[in-house]
Protein backbone atom coordinates (compact mmCIF):
# COMPACT_ATOMS: atom_id res chain seq x y z
CA UNK A 1 0.00 0.00 0.00
CA UNK A 2 1.02 3.24 -0.99
CA UNK A 3 -0.47 6.46 0.04
CA UNK A 4 0.05 10.40 -0.63
CA UNK A 5 -1.12 12.83 1.82
CA UNK A 6 -0.97 16.39 1.01
CA UNK A 7 -1.66 19.13 3.90
CA UNK A 8 -1.30 22.91 3.95
CA UNK A 9 0.95 23.23 6.97
CA UNK A 10 3.88 21.43 8.71
CA UNK A 11 1.41 21.41 12.02
CA UNK A 12 -0.98 19.29 9.84
CA UNK A 13 1.92 17.01 8.89
CA UNK A 14 3.04 16.21 12.05
CA UNK A 15 -0.53 15.44 13.73
CA UNK A 16 -1.34 12.84 10.86
CA UNK A 17 1.76 11.24 10.78
CA UNK A 18 1.91 11.07 15.15
CA UNK A 19 -1.61 9.48 14.35
CA UNK A 20 0.07 6.51 12.56
CA UNK A 21 2.82 6.25 15.54
CA UNK A 22 -0.03 6.04 18.07
CA UNK A 23 -1.94 3.56 16.17
CA UNK A 24 0.84 1.28 15.99
CA UNK A 25 1.95 1.73 19.61
CA UNK A 26 -1.37 1.12 20.93
CA UNK A 27 -1.74 -1.93 18.53
CA UNK A 28 1.62 -3.20 19.55
CA UNK A 29 3.14 -1.30 22.60
CA UNK A 30 6.41 -2.90 22.80
CA UNK A 31 6.88 -1.65 19.29
CA UNK A 32 10.42 -0.89 18.20
CA UNK A 33 10.09 3.09 16.35
CA UNK A 34 12.96 3.84 13.80
CA UNK A 35 13.59 7.57 14.70
CA UNK A 36 14.66 10.05 12.21
CA UNK A 37 16.02 13.80 13.07
CA UNK A 38 16.16 17.22 10.98
CA UNK A 39 13.32 20.25 11.04
CA UNK A 40 10.51 17.80 9.33
CA UNK A 41 10.25 15.16 12.10
CA UNK A 42 9.75 18.18 14.52
CA UNK A 43 6.11 18.60 14.57
CA UNK A 44 5.35 15.04 14.54
CA UNK A 45 7.64 14.61 17.89
CA UNK A 46 5.62 17.55 19.67
CA UNK A 47 1.98 16.10 18.81
CA UNK A 48 3.44 12.70 20.18
CA UNK A 49 5.00 14.48 23.33
CA UNK A 50 1.05 16.44 23.49
CA UNK A 51 -0.41 12.87 22.97
CA UNK A 52 1.25 11.66 25.69
CA UNK A 53 0.52 14.34 28.44
CA UNK A 54 -3.04 14.86 27.20
CA UNK A 55 -4.10 11.40 25.97
CA UNK A 56 -1.68 9.53 28.14
CA UNK A 57 -0.02 7.69 25.16
CA UNK A 58 1.93 5.05 26.39
CA UNK A 59 5.77 4.79 25.54
CA UNK A 60 6.97 2.98 28.74
CA UNK A 61 7.49 -0.72 26.41
CA UNK A 62 8.53 1.10 23.55
CA UNK A 63 12.27 0.38 21.96
CA UNK A 64 13.67 2.95 19.40
CA UNK A 65 16.53 2.71 16.93
CA UNK A 66 17.46 6.41 15.20
CA UNK A 67 18.70 6.15 12.06
CA UNK A 68 22.13 7.76 12.31
CA UNK A 69 24.99 9.68 14.35
CA UNK A 70 27.38 12.01 13.54
CA UNK A 71 31.20 10.63 13.76
CA UNK A 72 33.01 12.58 16.12
CA UNK A 73 30.08 14.23 18.80
CA UNK A 74 29.63 13.16 22.30
CA UNK A 75 25.80 12.61 23.19
CA UNK A 76 26.10 15.70 24.82
CA UNK A 77 26.68 17.73 22.15
CA UNK A 78 24.50 20.40 21.81
CA UNK A 79 23.97 19.02 17.40
CA UNK A 80 24.11 15.69 18.38
CA UNK A 81 21.33 13.09 17.63
CA UNK A 82 20.66 11.81 20.56
CA UNK A 83 20.68 15.57 22.10
CA UNK A 84 17.83 16.66 19.48
CA UNK A 85 15.53 13.09 20.26
CA UNK A 86 16.65 14.13 23.84
CA UNK A 87 14.92 17.91 23.53
CA UNK A 88 12.24 16.72 20.94
CA UNK A 89 11.13 13.83 22.71
CA UNK A 90 12.54 11.49 25.19
CA UNK A 91 12.91 13.97 27.82
CA UNK A 92 8.62 14.56 27.75
CA UNK A 93 7.24 10.98 27.33
CA UNK A 94 7.34 8.17 30.07
CA UNK A 95 9.93 6.14 27.82
CA UNK A 96 12.53 3.98 29.31
CA UNK A 97 15.99 5.52 27.95
CA UNK A 98 17.72 1.90 28.29
CA UNK A 99 15.50 1.38 25.68
CA UNK A 100 16.65 3.89 22.94
CA UNK A 101 19.24 3.61 21.07
CA UNK A 102 21.52 5.59 19.02
CA UNK A 103 25.15 4.86 17.22
CA UNK A 104 27.84 5.99 18.84
CA UNK A 105 29.93 8.41 17.33
CA UNK A 106 33.00 8.65 19.59
CA UNK A 107 33.19 4.39 19.75
CA UNK A 108 36.86 4.07 19.51
CA UNK A 109 36.49 1.73 16.93
CA UNK A 110 33.61 2.60 13.79
CA UNK A 111 34.08 -0.99 12.30
CA UNK A 112 33.16 -2.82 15.49
CA UNK A 113 30.49 0.20 16.35
CA UNK A 114 28.58 -0.13 12.64
CA UNK A 115 28.83 -3.82 13.47
CA UNK A 116 27.01 -3.71 16.67
CA UNK A 117 24.42 -1.24 15.95
CA UNK A 118 23.90 -3.40 12.72
CA UNK A 119 23.50 -6.60 15.46
CA UNK A 120 21.21 -4.83 17.83
CA UNK A 121 18.41 -3.87 15.25
CA UNK A 122 18.47 -7.64 14.51
CA UNK A 123 18.00 -8.46 17.97
CA UNK A 124 15.05 -6.22 18.32
CA UNK A 125 13.38 -8.17 15.32
CA UNK A 126 14.07 -5.14 13.24
CA UNK A 127 11.98 -2.37 13.02
CA UNK A 128 8.02 -1.93 13.20
CA UNK A 129 7.53 1.63 11.48
CA UNK A 130 10.36 4.03 10.43
CA UNK A 131 9.94 7.51 9.91
CA UNK A 132 12.27 8.99 7.16
CA UNK A 133 13.01 12.55 6.02
CA UNK A 134 14.62 12.63 2.82
CA UNK A 135 17.86 14.78 1.92
CA UNK A 136 18.07 17.95 -0.75
CA UNK A 137 20.19 14.98 -2.86
CA UNK A 138 17.39 11.94 -2.12
CA UNK A 139 19.14 10.55 0.84
CA UNK A 140 17.61 8.51 3.49
CA UNK A 141 19.51 8.44 6.53
CA UNK A 142 22.79 9.25 5.69
CA UNK A 143 22.40 6.87 2.70
CA UNK A 144 24.17 9.37 0.27
CA UNK A 145 23.97 8.69 -3.49
CA UNK A 146 26.25 6.04 -5.02
CA UNK A 147 27.07 3.27 -7.29
CA UNK A 148 25.07 0.98 -5.51
CA UNK A 149 21.97 0.75 -2.59
CA UNK A 150 24.11 0.16 1.15
CA UNK A 151 23.22 -3.56 2.52
CA UNK A 152 24.55 -3.15 6.44
CA UNK A 153 25.03 -0.12 8.78
CA UNK A 154 28.13 1.50 7.82
CA UNK A 155 30.23 5.10 8.25
CA UNK A 156 29.55 7.10 5.82
CA UNK A 157 31.17 10.28 4.60
CA UNK A 158 29.07 13.14 4.43
CA UNK A 159 28.26 14.83 0.55
CA UNK A 160 29.31 18.62 0.06
CA UNK A 161 25.46 19.09 -0.47
CA UNK A 162 25.06 17.73 2.56
CA UNK A 163 27.31 19.25 4.73
CA UNK A 164 25.74 22.45 3.45
CA UNK A 165 22.33 21.65 4.52
CA UNK A 166 23.22 20.76 8.31
CA UNK A 167 25.49 23.52 8.47
CA UNK A 168 22.64 25.85 9.36
CA UNK A 169 22.89 24.22 12.71
CA UNK A 170 26.47 25.03 13.13
CA UNK A 171 28.22 28.38 13.54
CA UNK A 172 30.36 27.62 11.42
CA UNK A 173 30.29 25.33 8.35
CA UNK A 174 33.71 24.00 9.45
CA UNK A 175 32.26 22.42 12.63
CA UNK A 176 29.75 20.19 10.48
CA UNK A 177 31.24 16.57 10.95
CA UNK A 178 32.46 15.12 7.95
CA UNK A 179 31.09 11.29 8.79
CA UNK A 180 28.29 9.59 10.34
CA UNK A 181 27.41 5.89 10.98
CA UNK A 182 23.47 5.10 9.07
CA UNK A 183 21.85 2.09 9.18
CA UNK A 184 21.43 1.17 5.69
CA UNK A 185 19.10 0.91 2.85
CA UNK A 186 18.09 -2.71 3.75
CA UNK A 187 17.09 -2.42 7.07
CA UNK A 188 15.08 0.77 6.38
CA UNK A 189 13.18 -1.38 3.53
CA UNK A 190 12.89 -4.60 6.29
CA UNK A 191 10.59 -2.07 8.20
CA UNK A 192 7.25 -3.30 8.20
CA UNK A 193 5.64 0.27 7.92
CA UNK A 194 7.54 3.53 6.72
CA UNK A 195 6.10 7.09 6.89
CA UNK A 196 8.14 9.82 5.04
CA UNK A 197 7.84 13.08 5.71
CA UNK A 198 8.73 16.19 3.85
CA UNK A 199 8.00 19.59 3.24
CA UNK A 200 7.38 22.24 0.10
CA UNK A 201 11.08 22.89 -0.32
CA UNK A 202 11.68 18.93 -0.88
CA UNK A 203 8.99 18.54 -3.81
CA UNK A 204 11.58 18.30 -6.46
CA UNK A 205 13.88 15.53 -5.09
CA UNK A 206 10.79 13.84 -3.60
CA UNK A 207 9.04 13.55 -6.88
CA UNK A 208 12.17 12.58 -8.88
CA UNK A 209 12.21 9.76 -5.75
CA UNK A 210 8.82 8.41 -6.06
CA UNK A 211 8.32 9.11 -9.90
CA UNK A 212 11.55 8.76 -11.41
CA UNK A 213 13.58 5.41 -11.94
CA UNK A 214 14.98 3.31 -8.86
CA UNK A 215 18.61 4.37 -8.78
CA UNK A 216 21.26 4.44 -5.90
CA UNK A 217 21.85 7.70 -7.05
CA UNK A 218 18.83 8.85 -5.51
CA UNK A 219 18.69 6.69 -2.80
CA UNK A 220 15.10 7.23 -1.45
CA UNK A 221 13.55 6.30 -4.87
CA UNK A 222 14.37 2.51 -3.62
CA UNK A 223 11.21 3.21 -1.43
CA UNK A 224 8.98 2.90 -4.82
CA UNK A 225 9.55 -1.03 -3.89
CA UNK A 226 7.92 -0.88 0.13
CA UNK A 227 4.90 -2.90 0.38
CA UNK A 228 3.91 -0.09 3.36
CA UNK A 229 4.56 3.62 2.54
CA UNK A 230 2.80 6.78 3.60
CA UNK A 231 4.36 9.77 2.06
CA UNK A 232 3.17 12.89 4.05
CA UNK A 233 3.82 16.29 1.89
CA UNK A 234 3.36 19.64 3.56
CA UNK A 235 2.64 22.76 1.30
CA UNK A 236 4.32 24.87 4.04
CA UNK A 237 7.70 25.22 4.96
Known amino acids: MHEFI ?9 RIGADI ?6 KKPDLVLGLATGSSPISLYRELVRMHKEDRLDFSRV ?23 NEYLFDHVNIELANTHLPNGMAEDLSEEW ?52 ARFFSDEAEVPREAITL ?33 QIPASVLQLHQDLTVIFSEGE
Request: charged share 20%.
Open 21 to 26: FALEIK
Open 184 to 216: DVRHIMQAKKIVLVATRNKESILRKALQGPITS
Open 63 to 85: RTVNLDEYVGLPANHPQSYRAFM
Open 6 to 14: TVKTTEEMG
Open 115 to 166: KRYDGLVNSLGGIDVQLLGIGPNGHIGFNEPSDQFSKHTQVVPLTQETIDAN
